[in-house]
Nanobody, 124 residues
């Protein structure tokens, strides 16, 4: 069982930066793939980025070069550093964990555990 709690969301201007954090419970945290998803009003949940237990990363084309995912296995933490933010980045951002292997799995159904989400709003 893994419990996830996101933090760090807020209101930021276009072009600004924000770092999201996800605190995870559970002794086996380091074995999970950890991902970030987002969901804007009226839209489906969208994959953002994922990091393997060994630190390999994969990000969606829409955020590649602007967002960076990282993890600290000693602290059971996952981070999403977001830069050059755009209005279309506005969404609720969710942290998720999966035991299923394969770095490029981007479907929400592949993930076993979810946080409650944190709102990110980018103002023009």
């Amino acid at each position: 069982q893994v419990q996830l709690v996101e933090s760090g969301g807020g209101l930021v201007q276009v072009g600004g930066s924000l770092r999201l954090s996800c605190a995870a419970s559970g002794r086996t945290f380091s074995s999970y793939y950890m991902g970030w998803f987002r969901q804007a009003p009226g839209k489906e949940r969208e994959f953002v980025a994922v990091i393997s237990s060994a630190g390999r990363t994969y990000a969606s084309d829409s955020v590649k070069g602007r967002f960076t995912i990282s993890r600290d296995n000693a602290e059971n933490m996952v981070y999403l550093q977001m830069g050059s933010l755009k209005p279309e980045d506005t969404a609720v951002y969710f942290c998720a964990a999966r035991s299923l292997g394969g770095l490029t799995r981007t479907t929400p159904d592949d993930y076993d555990y979810w946080g409650q989400g944190t709102q990110v709003t980018v103002s023009a």
